[in-house]
């Protein structure tokens, strides 16, 4: 059965803050990555749990988009109860690591 996927406000102006960013509306190439981004948001309606879960909250998934320097992290909840997938917020990675990598320490 399919999930309905909905944008919370914060992924919502997420979506326009990178859209502007990007230039999506000025280039070709912005625009087909940026297209990619909204059909990798909304192939969440079949298969949401194929999304990894984040290390602070075992509710909260996510998937990546995009290639070195620009990664986006999609973060959303999946409702069983409602069959909604909630997109949450999406955002920048500045810095990768490998999970068996020491973590980073303050300075």
Request: hydrophobic residues 40%; proline residues 3%.
């Amino acid at each position: 059965m399919a999930y309905r996927v909905r944008l919370l406000r914060r992924a919502e102006l997420d979506l326009d803050r990178i859209f502007q960013f990007i230039d999506a509306s000025g280039s070709l190439s912005a625009a087909r990555w940026f297209n990619g981004l909204e059909v990798l948001i909304q192939s969440l309606e079949r298969l949401p749990q194929r999304g990894m879960v984040t290390n602070y909250d075992r509710h909260v998934h996510f998937l990546l988009y995009g290639n070195k320097p620009h990664i986006y992290q999609i973060l959303y909840r999946i409702n069983e109860a409602s069959k909604t997938v909630s997109v949450s917020h999406i955002r920048h990675i500045r810095h990768i690591r490998h999970g068996a990598r020491k973590p980073l320490q303050s300075l």
